[in-house]
């Protein structure tokens, strides 16, 4: 394991304490996230947790299913305990850059819900400024692609179709069915109001980023575990 990924574990399973029996969980996507799912498994068969999890990719339910982690379905639920997912960037006001799993329109809905919203990342995700390294990714319905280039650059973003790797030709498709698109900003000095200009244009179904949802970030470093 790299040392970036022990660093993902260790933030994992310190947010993995937090999960208490009887509670109902949202569980996040991508490779710090699937510390967590795996930990939450160990936990389930060890200490005979009683847990409903809800996932947010066909990632996570297809690794939730591979450990016996019983899932609801997403539609079905509108509250839960916790909710613990990764991010990209991170500030000091836990304002988040989300997405590069594709994954930021289910993640939010599940961070909406819950009660207490908990972040799981290595140091380097750790930013100044949200923008300093990742573009915010925006989920696209298929038909408005024209509209919000045109409306994302104009508030200054540069808009690239996210294409898929090897494996799949042509663009990103979401798990819900629609275009990824990543809008590069040189920094982001007002996140709420991004936010809401990203909101206002139709057909832009979900962006990544996260404002004044987290409650709690857990940062692994090289000298320990940081969480404000
Ligand atoms: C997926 C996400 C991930 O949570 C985010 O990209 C962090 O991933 P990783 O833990 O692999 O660095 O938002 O859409």
Redesign the pocket.
Known sequence: MSNSDEL?KLAGYRACELIQDGQTVGL??????THLVNRLAERIHQENLHVQAVSTSWSTTLQCRRLGIPLLDLGEVSHLDIAI????EIDCARNLI???????LL?KIVAAMADRYVIV?DETKKVALLGEKFAVPLEVLPSAIGLVTSKVSALGGQVVVRMGAPGKDGPVISDSGNLIVDAKFLGIPNPPELARALESIPGMLGH?LFVAMATHVILATANGLVEF
């Open positions: 993902k996040g996507t991508g490779s710090t996230a997912d990764g991010a990209d989300k997405g590069r799993g594709a994954a930021h993640e990342a990544g």
